[in-house]
Each structure stands twice: as structure tokens, then as C-alpha cells.
């Protein structure tokens, strides 16, 4: 885990609250399909940062979002005003044992230490209860999406190859993950696709000048392509779910 990325999003909330896609119903529903049955489930959206996820799971049990960045639990508690949320990590969850019917993780795995992580999220979650991690990316299966990441030439953690798959540890707690993926395309615009650029760690994290050099890059090669010259374009994004059951 590179810390210093992890900490960056702070510095830039509001524009991640704004620019960020949030995720798919269809996604959701999978992710929480083993407690369908549950009455009123208590749901955790873990690391939340502005609350992305946190709206969407509202209509689905009582949700608690848990996030370490001040900045960040300060816009989501703005944005979804109510909802019970704290400060705390995966690391270190600010909630009583077995307490959980799902622990949902927007965006944000791969930052955190999964030792000390995974027998937390455990501690926290009822038997049979739901652990889903899900990333949006751009669609590597497309060859401009391709392009444009290419042209940036910047270390970049939102794209995967298509034959690549997110994986969770293996942790006796938890039965073996099960793996699914969603379409979630995002109308945008290239002023839009670059805002949204600019709320990732790896701009964040740049040297100004870098990251500028960067995103003109991509303005350029985006104003070669017939996909994305006439205004507004979509973007396809897919959605990756890994869930794991608690044994």
C-alpha cells in the first residue's frame, strides 16, 4: 500500500463528491444477494469516503459508514445528511462484534492492510453475513479507453487489463470469494473525464507540473478520437464486485 496515495483524497473532497461515478444497482443487488432474506440488514460502508456508496445503500437496511479522512466524513456527512458515520479504518472498525450483515467496500481495498483488516471486518460481521469489495474502471476492452490511459503515462490504478480479475486474500473466516462484474457507463464530457482525473491519487499525488503535462495529454489524444470529439460521450466503465461469505 502506498500511504502517501491513501492520504490524498482529503485534500480534494469536495471535487471527488462531485466528479466520482458512484455504482451500479445491479452491483449492488449481487453483492447482496446472500442476505436478501434479512430483515432491516445493517449495512457498513467501509473506508465511504464522501458517501458514493453510502446513498445507494440507504434504500437497501440501515447503513453506518466508517472513514479515516476527516475532509472526506466531513463531506459525506453533508452530502447524506442522517446517516450514522465515524471515524475509524478497516484496520481498526468503531463498532461492537457481530454487530453486521454486510461490510461493503467502495474503491478502497487495496488500501488497506488486509492482516490486520480481514479478522476486523470478521469480528464485526454476523455468520452468513456479506464481505464486498467493488471497483469502478475504465473498460480496457476498449481500445480508446486504452488510448487515453496510455497517453496520460501516469501510474494509474483504475484500469485493468480484461483478462486481469481483483482478488481478495483467502481468510478462514470467510468462505471463498465469488467474482462478478457490471457495466456502469458514465456520460461525460472531456473537460468532465479530466476533472474526474484530477480527484484520482495519482494526480493528487503529482508534481504540478507533471500532472498537468498528464491531462493535456489525454485533452489531446481524446481530441483525436471520433468516440469523444462531439461533446458529451460515454464512458464505459465497468464495475468489479468481489464477495465473500462469513463462515
Known amino acids: 500500500m502506498d500511504s502517501h496515495r491513501a492520504r490524498s483524497f482529503g485534500t480534494a ?13 445491479a452491483a449492488l443487488d449481487w453483492a447482496l444477494a446472500p442476505i436478501a432474506g434479512r430483515p432491516d440488514p445493517r449495512l457498513l460502508d467501509l473506508a465511504a ?43 481498526e472498525i468503531p463498532l461492537p462484534d457481530g454487530c ?47 488510448g487515453y490511459n496510455d ?33 456502469n457507463p458514465v456520460p461525460t464530457t472531456v473537460d468532465l473525464l479530466v476533472a474526474t482525473q484530477r480527484t484520482q491519487s495519482w494526480a493528487l499525488t503529482a508534481e504540478p507540473a507533471e500532472r498537468e503535462a498528464a491531462l493535456d495529454r489525454i485533452r489531446t489524444y481524446l481530441a483525436t478520437r471520433p468516440e469523444t470529439v462531439s461533446g458529451e460521450f460515454e464512458l464505459p466503465l ?4 468481489v464477495r465473500m461469505l462469513r463462515r
Open 13 to 25: 473532497a469536495t471535487q471527488y463528491a462531485r466528479y466520482r461515478p458512484g455504482y451500479p444497482d
Open 49 to 91: 469516503g464522501t458517501g458514493k456508496l453510502t446513498a445507494s445503500l440507504l434504500p437497501r437496511g440501515t447503513v453506518i459508514a466508517v472513514e479515516p479522512d476527516p475532509a472526506m466524513l466531513a463531506e459525506l456527512r453533508s452530502r447524506v445528511p442522517g446517516v450514522e458515520a465515524y471515524e475509524g479504518s478497516a484496520e
Open 100 to 146: 453486521l450483515d454486510a461490510v461493503l467496500v467502495g474503491q478502497a481495498w487495496h488500501w488497506f492492510d488486509p492482516e490486520r483488516a480481514h479478522p476486523e471486518i470478521a469480528r464485526v460481521l454476523r455468520p452468513g453475513g456479506v464481505l464486498a469489495a467493488l471497483w469502478n474502471g475504465d473498460d480496457a476492452s476498449v481500445e480508446w479507453v486504452r
Open 151 to 183: 497517453a496520460a503515462g501516469m501510474r494509474r490504478t483504475v484500469v485493468r487489463a480484461p483478462q486481469d480479475e481483483p482478488r481478495l486474500p483467502a481468510h478462514p473466516a470467510f468462505e471463498p470469494a465469488e467474482i462478478a462484474q457490471f457495466a
Open 238 to 241: 465497468v464495475t468489479d464486485v
